[in-house]
């Protein structure tokens, strides 16, 4: 499974960027996927999550700004960012999950995309 993440890029503090995430090699209809991020000297951080069945589980750093969707016909995970803050600075990876469900834990996922850069600005 490989996974190509972009949409990245350099945004003004409340600006807006929507993150992709195509898949090829596993249809991903099945499985649970995620998106994390990791700032310079930090540990990874998980953002959101969505189940084979589309439930969403946000983490209380992105709730009500981050939007987590897919689209099976496409292969493809999303990430609508709104209300970008600076701390919000990150390379921010997409993943694809061991079955259905989905995990806020690193370690509950098989395949991680290359990771997009995102940069907020004060």
């Known amino acids: 499974v490989q996974l190509q993440a972009s949409g990245g890029g350099t945004v003004q503090a409340g600006g807006s960027l929507r993150l992709s995430c195509a898949a090829s090699g596993r249809p991903l209809s099945k499985y649970g996927m995620a998106w994390f991020r990791q700032a310079p000297g930090k540990p990874r951080e998980w953002l959101a999550y969505?189940?084979?069945?589309?439930?969403?589980n946000y983490a209380d750093s992105v709730k009500g700004r981050f939007t987590i969707s897919r689209d099976n016909a496409k292969n493809s995970l999303y990430m609508q960012m709104n209300s970008l803050k600076p701390e919000d600075t990150a390379v921010y990876y997409c993943t694809v999950g061991r079955g259905a469900w989905a995990s806020i834990f690193s370690n509950d996922y098989e395949y991680w995309g290359q990771g997009t850069q995102v940069t907020v600005s004060s």
């Open positions: 969505i189940t084979s069945g589309d439930y969403t």
